[in-house]
Nanobody, 115 residues
């Protein structure tokens, strides 16, 4: 059974940083591309970043490019999202997903950017 558990969210001021983690189990993580999605209050799911199975290829939505960095540790079955220069509009629940998603995904981790 696929299980994805996101963590690392919290409250941060604009310009701050957070690092999200996603612990994966129930499938061969090292063979799977992964993505991060987010859902802001009152809005739909937004794809924000993708990484190939070997970590050699990444891509980002325009809204986060240059500020967020996706990475993975296949030995630890863990996906990461380093978020820098956070903005108010980055406030959302963040999810990891296999491939491009939107399923399967975990319960999400809340990121709140406020002053």
């Amino acid at each position: 059974q696929v299980q994805l558990v996101e963590s690392g969210g919290g409250s941060v001021q604009p310009g701050g940083s957070l690092r999200l983690s996603c612990a994966a189990s129930g499938f061969t993580f090292g063979n799977s591309a992964m993505s991060w999605l987010r859902q802001a209050p009152g809005k739909g799911l937004e794809w924000i970043s993708y990484i190939k199975s070997d970590g050699g290829t990444t891509s980002y939505a325009a809204s986060v490019k240059g500020r967020f960095t996706i990475s993975r540790d296949n030995a630890k079955n863990t996906l990461f999202l380093q978020m820098n220069s956070l903005k108010f509009e980055d406030t959302a629940v963040y999810y990891c997903t296999e491939g491009m998603g939107p399923t399967p995904r975990g319960q999400g981790t809340q990121v709140t950017v406020s002053s």
